[in-house]
């Protein structure tokens, strides 16, 4: 079992940053594929970035050059540093956990998810 728990969301303006945290219980962090996703009001769920157990890394298009997504296996973290926000980008930000190890996009590979954190980008 993985629990997750996401922070540093907050209220930021267009152009800002922000960086979020997920930390992790359990052993075996270092062996999981880590992934964050996002939800905006109205819409679906949405692929943000994922990182495999050896540092792997994808992005979705709309994020690819402003998020970088990391991972400190010693403190079992993930980290997501998101630079120039825009309005869009506004949503919850929820981390996972994929058994799989390497970066994966689809939400339904993860196993595990946290309980989210509020990004919002003001203009």
């Known amino acids: 079992q993985v629990q997750l728990v996401e922070s540093g969301g907050g209220l930021v303006q267009v152009g800002g940053s922000l960086r979020l945290s997920c930390a992790a219980s359990?052993?075996?962090?270092?062996?999981?594929?880590m992934g964050w996703f996002r939800r905006a009001p109205g819409k679906e769920r949405e692929f943000v970035a994922a990182?495999?157990?050896?540092?792997?890394?994808t992005y979705a298009d709309s994020v690819k050059g402003r998020f970088t997504i990391s991972r400190d296996n010693p403190k079992n973290t993930i980290y997501l540093q998101m630079n120039s926000l825009k309005l869009e980008d506004t949503a919850v930000y929820y981390c996972?956990?994929?058994?799989?190890?390497?970066?994966?996009?689809?939400?339904?590979?993860?196993?595990?998810w946290g309980q989210g954190t509020q990004v919002t980008v003001s203009s």
């Open positions: 996972a956990a994929n058994s799989l190890s390497y970066p994966t996009m689809g939400p339904a590979s993860y196993n595990y």
């Open positions: 359990g052993r075996t962090f270092s062996s999981y594929g």
């Open positions: 990182i495999g157990w050896n540092g792997a890394t």
